[in-house]
């Protein structure tokens, strides 16, 4: 018996993913629940689970292919005498045929050529893109498809949009070019240089490009990584960054985490670490100055009720960022438990879609190398993002009974960046200013 691979629901919001790899190959034994294929999603990677015990022994969807949810991907047969049948030819004489079909197949899908346009209902487009194009008016009909089965993504509309600026005549030219040969980048690396003197034969300009060097390493970006980078691109030409930033002397924090750390590590099983009291202080200062817990919707600002915050955690597969719902109900106790919690999910790959949604604001911690400080790209559809630097013990200037004397003290910088269509530089550098007062203070219970 057959027992389908299916792509599952991945979370209420994702309708499709992109097949980026399978564990295992057609003819290979699986157990139960054993990973066998690794799915990409415009939220989270996941991998997908052999339904039961059995030899995968045919593989329905490509790496590279986008599908929707409930497709089948593969096929697990279960029974030994079907597998023998399933996977040996009957004669050398048939698997020759298949190989050379599927080789037939595969020539005319390449040699295919990509539609620049089509009817709308007939389009194929990704969600997200069909959200960028409505919201910045945007024909889709009329963008350059570049991704799978000539599917419409987010960086074809986004690519749109930049030929629309006011340039330059051969930059836009060179911006809306179809990519066709990117796809061959991926799968051969070589070809890289070749895209630019494809761009000259066509008597086109390309204002930006690389020549490829001998010793060059050429590393195709992974789904999740072009994900990633679309995002920060949007995020970059929807929203006007400013930034502010604040020294923050952290003495009275850190000896309230020096009189605690060993009794909470006991007790809880993890370090206490400055990082649940900043979320903490952030929360209560977004109470204060509620413009920076808020949204652009069209023409309109929408302040939020809830609080939610999304703690950015940096895993071997790239930057993803957790939420912490409803933070504004935590102690510092229960936003440690929770941001530890979640920070093993994801670097175990066991996060849900659902928890990296719904986030209304940001707190970027890059670790103990975080260098003095940084500004960070705001996290859409959020309106800002605080960024911590490192901890370091700096000489500073204190009055001590009346007179100033310098004085060694362990000093953080953090970095608000803010969407300044929201936010002006009044409430903005006053919700900075409250993050820095109740951190000096250190008026925490743990």
């Known amino acids: ?19 980026s790899r399978w564990l295992v190959k057609e003819g290979e034994k ?37 599908v929707a949810v409930g497709t089948v991907l593969g096929e697990i047969e279960t029974e030994a005498a079907q597998v023998r049948a399933a996977i040996s030819p009957s004669s050398p004489q048939k698997a020759a045929a298949r190989e050379t079909s599927a080789a037939a197949s595969e020539a005319e899908k390449r040699s295919s050529p990509i539609p620049t346009t089509a009817p709308e209902s007939l389009l194929r487009a990704t969600p997200v893109a069909r959200r960028v194009a409505e919201s910045s008016q945007v ?7 570049t991704g799978v089965a000539g599917r419409v993504t987010k960086s074809d509309v986004l690519r749109e949009m930049s030929a629309r600026a006011p340039l330059g005549e051969s930059v836009q030219r ?28 066509a008597g086109r300009t390309a204002p930006f490009g690389y020549q490829l060097q ?27 960054h400013v ?11 850190e000896r309230l985490r020096g009189a605690h ?51 950015a955690v940096e895993t071997e597969k790239g930057l993803v960022v957790p939420v912490v719902c409803d933070a504004d109900r935590l102690s510092v106790t229960g936003i440690a438990e929770a941001v530890e919690e979640l920070s093993q999910r994801a670097r175990s790959k066991k996060l849900s879609p659902d928890e990296l949604k719904g986030g209304t604001f940001t707190v970027s911690n890059p670790g103990r190398r975080g260098n003095l400080y940084g500004f960070a790209i ?69």
């Open 378 to 446: 705001i996290n859409q559809p959020q309106v800002g993002i605080l960024r911590m630097g490192e901890i370091v013990k700096r000489p500073v200037v204190r009055d001590i009974d009346g007179s100033d004397a310098i004085v060694i003290r362990p000093i953080m910088h953090l970095a608000l960046s803010y969407d300044h269509r929201a936010v002006d530089g009044a409430p903005a550098n006053g919700f900075l200013f409250r993050v820095r007062e109740l951190l000096e203070e250190a008026d925490f219970d743990l």
């Open 174 to 201: 060179a911006e809306v070019l179809p990519r066709s040969a990117d796809v061959r980048t991926a799968e051969a690396p070589q070809s890289a240089g070749a895209r630019m003197t494809d761009v000259a034969a």
């Open 139 to 145: 024909d889709i009909t009329g963008v350059v498809p």
């Open 243 to 253: 930034g502010t930033v604040a020294e923050i002397d952290l003495s009275a924090l």
């Open 261 to 311: 750390k060993a009794e909470f590590r006991e007790r809880h099983g993890f370090s206490l670490t400055a990082l649940p009291f900043i979320v903490y202080a952030t929360v209560r200062a977004l109470r204060e100055f509620p413009r920076l817990n808020a949204s652009v919707l069209d023409d309109a600002i929408v302040e939020k009720q809830a609080i939610h915050i999304g703690v």
């Open 1 to 19: 018996m057959r027992v389908a691979v299916e792509l599952p629901a991945l979370g209420e919001s994702v309708v499709e993913g992109t097949v």
């Open 30 to 66: 699986v157990q139960r629940d054993q990973p066998v294929v690794e799915i990409t999603t415009d939220k989270v990677d996941a991998e997908i689970p052999a339904p039961s015990e059995g030899v995968l022994v045919a593989i329905r969807a490509r790496e590279g292919e986008t």
């Open 214 to 240: 001998p010793g060059d390493k050429v590393i195709p970006m992974t789904p999740l990584r072009r994900l990633v980078a679309e995002h920060m691109v949007y995020s970059k030409r929807v929203s006007p």
